[in-house]
């Protein structure tokens, strides 16, 4: 038989639409089936694209270190004993051949902030220069804090996109432009929109950063840092940058080596790692489940074959004695078999394929546009479109293989016979 034959379509199209009703339901179970998988499989890798844009350009090689209370004495020194880090700390680090870039983070607490008669109360964050290098921001206007504001202490700001829409009018550049922060005058040399949210210590949109030896001055903390950020470099694994670090900070404060109490750390490669594992867990689950329930359309489809060849009992077998060879028995019920699979499947691809694209529309507008948020896909690939599309066409075949070497034994002479 000929692809082309219309004779052999037609008789496909009256075999499947004999029996409408348990033909539609068929078809139905298959359609949910690779609809299900198809939306599923979207919804978790738009979840995996989502969390990472949330670590936006950040150093996947991201430790960072804040100091707790001591759990073990040690030369001397009590246990429960709290310690501070300092710019030592920080300068140790930095020369620690595991390191690539390390940053102090002081946290400086409310602020109010004026420019003429436009005011708002917004947080003050004290950072290091490197800190934009470790946790890379988009950068609107102007610059970052750089290694000389912070050597001269200068009053220098970089301001989030809040506070540049409060203080100032739409479009203008306010790099070099003075606003008043609690009573004291500062030049804003920046302006910075948020682009990642994986390490973010206060809201970036509404956070004035200064130069951390500023805060340090304007809050008489000395040379005290909260936190310390390292970003280690890219052939060195965390465990070891974390391990080398600790040691350095835990030599200059004459903490014990083993003393895993007396600091909070935490590594984003290992953080990353277990959510993208979680993330591969959830992708092989929703395979599972997905697969199961197309698993089911196709038993489906197979078993209304079967009831179809049964059926077609005599005339199945008045074409075995006119001589029709097994071939063309074979083709003919794997033919209809694909054809009520596929064209199911097909839509239901086509139809979850829609949902995706509807739930990718809604987010840019409520999330990247409305909320300036990260711009993500919530779209299957194009490979796992021709995975579930090769499955399919796989499924479709097997289906119609029971019933057609069913039909393969019904014999001439009893088919003839048979009332």
Request: charged share 20%; proline share 3%.
């Amino acid at each position: 038989m000929s692809f082309f034959d219309i004779d052999r379509w037609n008789e496909i199209w009256q075999t499947i639409t004999r029996n409408r009703k348990r033909s539609i339901m068929t078809a139905l179970g298959v359609f949910w089936g690779i609809f299900m998988l198809t939306v599923m499989l979207g919804a978790g890798m738009g979840l995996g694209r989502l969390f990472r844009a949330q670590l936006g350009d950040m150093s996947t090689n991201t430790v960072l270190l804040q100091p707790q209370q001591t759990g073990i004495p040690y030369k001397g020194m009590p246990k429960n004993r709290w310690w501070r880090m300092n710019n030592g700390d920080v300068d140790a680090v930095k020369r620690l051949p595991e390191v690539l870039y390390a940053s102090a983070a002081f946290w400086g607490g409310d602020v109010h902030c004026n420019n003429g008669e436009r005011k708002g109360d917004y947080t003050m964050m004290g950072y290091s220069p490197d800190y934009q290098r470790i946790n890379p921001q988009k950068l609107i206007f102007g610059r970052f804090i750089n290694d000389v504001d912070v050597s001269h202490k200068r009053k220098s700001c970089v301001i989030g996109t809040q506070i540049y829409k409060d203080l100032f009018s739409g479009g203008e550049d306010p790099s070099g432009k003075i606003i008043k922060m609690n009573g004291s005058y500062f030049t804003v040399v920046g302006v910075i929109r948020k682009q990642s949210t994986a390490m973010s210590f206060s809201d970036l949109e509404r956070t004035v950063i200064i130069p951390v030896s500023l805060a340090q001055q304007m809050y008489g903390a000395g040379d005290r840092i909260h936190l310390l950020a390292i970003a280690g470099r890219d052939d060195t694994p965390s465990k070891q940058v974390e391990r080398a670090c600790r040691q350095a900070v835990f030599a200059r404060h004459i903490i014990s080596p083993d003393d895993e109490k007396a600091l909070w750390t935490m590594a984003v490669a290992e953080m990353f790692d277990r959510v993208m594992g979680l993330f591969r867990g959830i992708s092989l689950l929703t395979w599972i489940v997905g697969l199961g329930t197309l698993l089911a359309g196709i038993v489906g489809v197979s078993n209304i074959m079967l009831v179809l060849v049964k059926e077609r009992t005599q005339e199945i077998g008045v074409r075995r004695a006119l001589g029709a060879p097994p071939r063309a028995i074979i083709s003919q019920i794997l033919s209809e078999s694909f054809v009520l699979t596929f064209v199911a499947g097909v839509l239901g691809l086509a139809a979850a394929v829609g949902v995706l694209s509807v739930a990718d529309s809604i987010y840019y507008q409520m999330v990247t546009v409305a909320q300036e948020g990260a711009e993500v896909s919530w779209m299957i690939s194009f490979g796992t479109g021709m995975s579930a599309l090769a499955i399919l066409v796989i499924g479709s075949l097997l289906a119609g293989i029971i019933p057609a070497f069913r039909a393969l034994k019904i014999k001439a002479v009893d088919a003839i016979r048979e009332e």
